[in-house]
DNA sequence: CGAATGCGCTCAAACGATTTAGCAATGACA
DNA sequence: TGTCATTGCTAAATCGTTTGAGCGCATTCG
């Protein structure tokens, strides 16, 4: 079953391939193919279906109109979410993409960067790994459009699209201490990564800023690979370890998720025993009872300020560095409430 | 920045590139190349770090080894676990994933097969939407590798690979039935895919056998296309318009969170007032309090068998239809309770 | 009248791999 | 000595498209 070529349109028309190729690449004017002779080819390309072979352009232009998209994990809602909206605006451009997990290990984000070279790529947007910086710094040297999504490397200058991670986070705390609340955790991942490390940072200035006091020992870590049984478990012994505890932040999305099981199984009734805010929304969230408060990110605009700045990139090979950092919101439920002075300590 | 083709190796090997494509491949035994001279190129690949151009390779042998994904919608719960573990499995066969979301409307799916063809995809995985018949029929004649999923054409035999809804609709009911239940509404969508007739009969024939009543009224049907805010709504006028409503199905995950939201809205208490049971297993449902008793789908073996099933045809061009029809899962949870005697009518 | 220009189109190379057919050298055998 | 098979490799075609160079003809201009 082959499909119909250049040649065949160009036998029925009675002219050579390359004035089908002329006339098919909208060049009939800026190669003075006539009228007449350009009808008759759009017709009969009409007529037969003709489908330009991907393999064969791509090939001989060197570009293959596709964009490889690595995301740490397809399943879970933000990067689902983002991934959605990159293929819907990259369609716009005649784009497809190409996409994969990293479950943010750095043997896996290899394996797809060589697979995306293979394929020949013409672009890419990474979530980077911890330890990727090798392979980022190769694709750049090499002038290769990329961008990347979700946290950069510091040591090295890159186009990135981002939520405002330290606002944020300083914007949570900040509520929930005009809210009243004082003696507040924070449960975040062992990453070290720049994202985590902003969201840390941005929630302990606030707390110094509202002069409350944010010990080590309010801050609780655990590993990305650890099952969500045990990640249950280790949220659960750490509620239990610190008395008197007012309220909660989780800084993900999937550690939320965690926090509300952990906390439901310690039988404790979240906005009246304890408040919690999560990094991230999530249907979960919204409609869980109570509400659950949250810093939400805007993944319309971040997926569509990524594909505009890939294909700044693509199309004007512009080699000026654009890093666009969006504002995150703070969506109010009622996971956390008003203390009364007589509540609060 | 171009890369090393065959025949930069072939040079500084001092052979042609015909022998080294022979060494590459694999059938340097076959073509009686000799140990030192395949020796020699394998090593100068190593070093050279080269890889083989793919689209140079599709354009001659016909094969890409990518395969299409055509899904309803990536960020669906389903779906995106789906992808994910297709994408997996694939990945160990050599192949690569071009995916795209339909939102359940045929211009969108036309458009997907359209690009996926251009693209020379080795086979196809497809939610059909309505009305796709013809072009999958198209793809039938033409023999291309296809499997389809979540739901398949009456009409047209093909491959498929698909939870057993009517079995699962049917468990659902059952349940509800001998917990004492009886007045048991039906909320689905007004799709006239044969998933969703499946999951109707299902749940008539436990009904029909249990002898308990189940009129037409007590069916509720909701466009895809309607907005969430007015889902809401309609389900609420919905609850509101059956007096003694015992428990209610929803036939997808996302009208069962609708109903959740709906209910929540009404003022009444899921498991109380309300029994509940939802297709479809979600986060959401799991750590909802109380938690909702679903029907949940294999994910993980969905996806493997579809990826098996597409190879088989990819690789042994085995033309004996293939489908698979795997069993759900109640999962049983807090939002559905033994009624005592007094209160069941 | 001869050269220059414009017009409308075609030739052929190229992209990088795979694959079919075949060539030169060697050895075996009658 | 001549024939034939085997060994170890290569030449060239091919996939379907794009693209720089160029060709033959008609018209225009000096």
Avoid: W
Wanted: hydrophobic residues 40%.
């Amino acid at each position: 079953m082959k499909g119909i070529s250049i040649k065949d349109i160009a036998k029925q028309a009675g002219v050579s391939p390359t004035t089908v190729s002329f006339v098919l690449n909208g060049k009939a004017r800026e190669k003075r193919i006539s009228e007449q002779v350009s009808k008759k080819i759009l017709k009969l390309a009409a007529k037969l279906k003709y489908k330009p072979n991907q393999l064969a352009r791509g090939l001989r232009t060197g570009k293959t109109k596709t964009i490889g998209l690595i995301v740490e994990d397809i399943a879970n809602h933000f990067f689902a979410n983002v991934a959605k909206i990159v293929e819907e605006e990259a369609d716009k451009f005649g784009y497809k993409v190409l996409y994969g997990s990293t479950e943010d290990n750095l043997v896996k984000a290899r394996g797809l960067l060589e697979v995306l070279e293979y394929r020949q790529v013409d672009g890419y947007i990474i979530t980077p790994t911890p330890n990727l910086d090798k392979e980022i710094e190769i694709l750049k040297n090499s002038r290769k459009p990329m961008v990347l999504m979700d946290r950069y490397l510091p040591q090295i200058p890159t186009n990135y699209v981002m939520v405002n991670n330290f606002q944020g986070a300083y914007d949570a705390a900040e509520y929930l201490l005009n809210l009243g609340y004082r003696k507040i955790a924070y449960v975040t991942t062992t990453s070290e990564q720049i994202q985590m490390k902003e969201r840390v940072n941005g929630f302990t200035a606030a707390m110094k800023a509202h002069r409350a006091p944010f010990p080590r020992k309010l801050i609780k870590k655990i590993p990305f690979s650890v099952t969500r049984e045990e990640s249950v478990e280790q949220i659960m012994e750490f509620i239990k370890g610190v008395p008197g505890l007012d309220a909660i932040f989780f800084a993900t999305n999937y550690l939320g998720v965690y926090g509300i099981e952990s906390i439901k199984d310690l039988g404790m009734k979240i906005g009246e025993d304890l408040a919690l805010i999560s990094f991230d929304d999530h249907d979960l969230f919204r409609l869980h009872t109570p509400g659950i408060t949250c810093v939400a990110q805007p993944i319309h605009d971040i997926a569509h300020n990524l594909v505009q700045v890939l294909m700044n990139e693509l199309n004007q090979h512009q080699h000026q560095i654009n890093q666009v950092v969006l504002p995150a919101t703070l969506i109010k439920r009622e996971s956390c409430r008003k203390r009364s002075k007589a509540e609060a300590v």
